[in-house]
């Protein structure tokens, strides 16, 4: 590989870029190479995975309100790559550097930007989240804030570090919320790259048992497959029965909902024993339940988590060294940016772990 300043000089003015039209296609265009301004930085991207919203709120139609509005930019809110270019005013990243991006970009003042949480800035002016309202990470290259951005160590794979962009950072804030030990029985509804990155991080922090339910046996197979559930069940009408025997006729001490489903939600709260706990990750749909007897007499609490902090990203990513976990090991698939459209309806079909587009790599390979 040519070195970085060569890399630079020999960059094409134009670029390829996939757009998300809404009617379950993707459109690849030749776009103009972007240059970094005042606290900016060019980043070619090494890895741009896919995730659940994209298909929900934006792949089959444009659905998406408020901070899921998409605006007809270059896809993508799960990148990562290198930096190729700096531009005036940069005081932590230059060229070379390896980093995740942070997939939305706020204003920095207020108080949700000010502890770390862009995801809920408040100047409407000025939220810009990448691949909805921004360029996003499907593209050769990426324009992006320097306050946006987490250092990727030489130990992670930029596969991993596409990972913690989104999925696995917003496990990880969830799971902290509701606390995870060794004596705790886990239920994850939902085995899908969300529900797989819940299964993988509670591993590791040290969970007594971990069950999971999905409605696709591929899923169920690779949770399995991974070790990233003892217990991998068949969605259906019997859940709330086999979670209770699994677990004494207690239930679990802590659930993570990644379905979105109502039947599944209602599992996750039945099946959690007294005093647990449960935390809603899944966006979209709804859930009934009876408050006195499913929550208030339990003395239950209900968590809602969306996303997490910069602060808590970078946490997270020295984690994921010390105890050499690679998000990079759900990625099912692999697609060149020119084979993104199938990489979106593989994704949109469900019968796959995590899809990983690589726009440098023109065969989808590893870094």
Not at 135 to 140: F, W
Not at 237 to 258: F, H, I, K, M, Y
């Amino acid at each position: 590989m040519a070195p970085l300043n060569e890399r630079i000089l020999g960059m094409s003015k134009t670029m390829m870029a996939a757009f998300l039209p809404g009617n379950s296609t993707v459109e690849l265009r030749r776009v103009s190479v972007p240059r970094p301004g005042h606290g900016e930085v060019l980043i070619e991207v090494k890895a741009s995975t896919i995730c659940g919203s994209d298909i929900r709120a934006i792949y089959h139609e444009h659905l998406g309100k408020g901070p899921e509005g998409y605006q007809g930019v270059i896809a993508g809110h799960e990148p990562c790559g290198q930096i190729v270019e700096s531009g005036p005013g940069c005081r932590r990243f230059k060229e070379g550097d390896r980093v995740i991006v942070y997939h939305i970009s706020g204003c920095g003042i207020c108080n949700d930007c000010r502890r770390g949480y862009m995801i809920s800035c408040t100047a409407a002016d000025y939220r810009r989240a990448y691949g909805w309202q921004r360029d996003g990470g499907m593209a050769e290259y990426l324009l992006a804030e320097e306050k946006d951005l987490i250092p990727l160590p030489d130990q992670l794979t930029y596969m991993d570090g596409a990972q913690v962009a989104c999925g696995f950072g917003t496990v990880y804030e969830a799971l902290e919320k509701i606390g995870i030990c060794g004596n705790d029985a886990v239920l994850i509804m939902g085995l899908g790259p969300v529900g797989l990155a819940a299964g993988a991080l509670c591993r590791k922090l040290g969970a007594e048992k971990i069950i999971g339910i999905d409605i696709s046996a591929e899923r169920r197979d690779l949770a399995l497959g991974l070790s990233l559930c003892d217990f991998a069940l068949a969605a259906g009408p019997d859940n709330l029965s086999e979670v209770r025997q699994l677990t004494g006729g207690n239930g679990v001490e802590r659930a993570v909902d990644c379905s979105a489903n109502a039947e599944a939600r209602a599992v996750a709260i039945r099946a959690t024993r007294k005093w647990g706990k449960i935390v809603m990750v899944g966006e979209g749909g709804t859930v009934t339940f009876n408050p006195s007897p499913d929550i208030i007499h339990d003395q239950k609490t209900i968590f809602g988590s969306w996303v997490t902090s910069t602060w808590l990203m970078e946490e997270l990513v020295e984690r994921l060294v010390r105890w050499n976990l690679h998000p990079e090991d759900i990625v099912t698939h692999r697609f060149s940016l020119d084979r993104a459209g199938e990489a979106y309806r593989l994704m949109a079909s469900g019968r796959c772990g995590k899809v990983a587009v690589c726009p440098s790599d023109s065969r989808g390979a590893r870094d």
